[in-house]
């Protein structure tokens, strides 16, 4: 069965930065691509980035392109969204998900973390 | 970049009836790209349908999608208790992007 435990939220702000690590279990880590998506506080779902299985390829969403950085330790099993120059408007619960398997949807998703943007 | 628009914003409904979401694309897409998530409050997102139409593992068969071009649907054939909840459709485009669309909010009325 599969599980993606997030960790590393937390209030930070502004301007801070935060690491969000993804803890995956039950598929095999190491040929998915994975996703973040964010959700702010009573609002709707928004992607935020994508890495390949191998990590040879990211994809950022515009609002966090330069700021964020996504990477995958494949011997660990885990994902991990590096969070730099945090805005208020980062403020959201972070959802760690598995790719399908063709890059097009999210099969699985992790309970989210809460990153709170405040002073 | 394709925006997703659904409609209605929010559904009241009572148990047993019947449930017709829509997701309107701003330009036409393929409907292999097209899927719908149910979220309930406090919760992750579920992945219900993708391909517009094919039902995720363990979706039971009450939810159907359809549509092509830029109008697609999620059914609800009966309304169970635990199917109020928000949906989302969502799209997967080129560059690549993946957008979904504000969400349907279906409650018991």
């Known amino acids: 069965q599969v599980q993606l435990v997030e960790s590393g939220g937390g209030v930070v702000q502004p301007g801070g930065s935060l690491r969000l690590s993804c803890a995956a279990s039950?598929?095999?880590?190491?040929?998915?691509?994975m996703h973040w998506v964010r959700q702010a506080p009573g609002k709707g779902l928004e992607w935020v980035a994508f890495?390949?299985?191998?990590?040879?390829?990211?994809y950022y969403a515009d609002s966090v392109n330069g700021r964020f950085t996504l990477s995958r330790d494949n011997s660990k099993n885990t994902l991990y969204l590096q969070m730099n120059s945090l805005r208020a408007e980062d403020t959201a619960v972070y959802y760690c998900?598995?790719?399908?398997?063709?890059?097009?949807?999210?099969?699985?998703w992790g309970q989210g973390t809460l990153v709170t943007v405040s002073s | 970049e394709i925006v997703l628009t659904q409609s209605p914003g929010t559904l009241s409904l009572s148990p047993g009836e019947r449930a017709t979401l829509s997701c309107r694309a701003s330009?036409?897409?393929?409907?292999?790209?097209l899927a719908w998530y149910q979220q309930k409050p406090g919760q992750a997102p579920r992945l219900l349908i993708y391909g517009a139409s094919s039902r995720a593992t363990g979706i039971p068969d009450r939810f159907s999608g359809s549509g092509s071009g830029t109008d697609f649907t999620l059914t609800i054939s009966r309304l169970e208790p635990e199917d109020f909840a928000v949906y989302y459709c969502q799209l997967y485009g080129s560059s690549p992007t993946w957008t979904f669309g504000q969400g349907t909010k279906v409650e018991i009325k």
């Open positions: 039950g598929f095999i880590f190491s040929t998915f691509a």
């Open positions: 330009q036409t897409v393929s409907s292999s790209y």
């Open positions: 998900a598995k790719d399908h398997g063709n890059w097009k949807y999210f099969d699985s």
């Open positions: 890495i390949r299985y191998d990590g040879s390829d990211k």
